[in-house]
């Protein structure tokens, strides 16, 4: 890995690119955790989890926290609309109007890549 990240950050000073080695962090899947990665002479910080365009992603190479973190959000917007899915004056038509409009688009942006989905058919 480090024989990697050393091409790399030769051919990046090549055209004038500059790696932030304090910024970089690591996150290990499937290869020993023993091993020090580093960018030139300094070491990089291993973490757990990170969060790539919008996703979480774990050591396990699995999105389940991101999974879970969806479905708190759906659960908090449909719990904000308590009042509407009380109101009798709104008919069941308009209640899953607004549910596809608030909450189903809540479920469906979290759900971009096929594993989550498949979790979220679980839930």
Do not use: P
């Not at 499937?30 to 990665?37: A, D, L, T």
């Not at 969060?51 to 973190?69: A, C, L, P, Q, R």
């Amino acid at each position: 890995m480090n024989e990697f990240l050393e091409v790399l950050r030769v051919q990046n000073a090549r055209m004038g690119l500059k790696i932030n080695a304090k910024k970089t962090k690591s996150l290990r899947l499937g290869i020993s955790e023993y091993e020090n990665v580093t960018w030139g002479n300094e070491k990089t910080d291993q973490v757990g989890s990170l969060t790539y365009v919008g996703s979480i992603i774990s050591k396990d190479g699995g999105n389940s926290e991101d999974v879970k973190i969806t479905i708190a959000k759906s659960q908090g917007v449909f719990l904000q609309l308590k009042k509407a899915w009380k109101n009798r004056k709104i008919s069941l038509e308009n209640k899953i109007r607004i549910l596809e409009a608030t909450v189903m688009t809540v479920v469906k942006y979290g759900s971009e890549d096929g594993r989550s989905e498949n979790q979220m058919k679980i839930y």
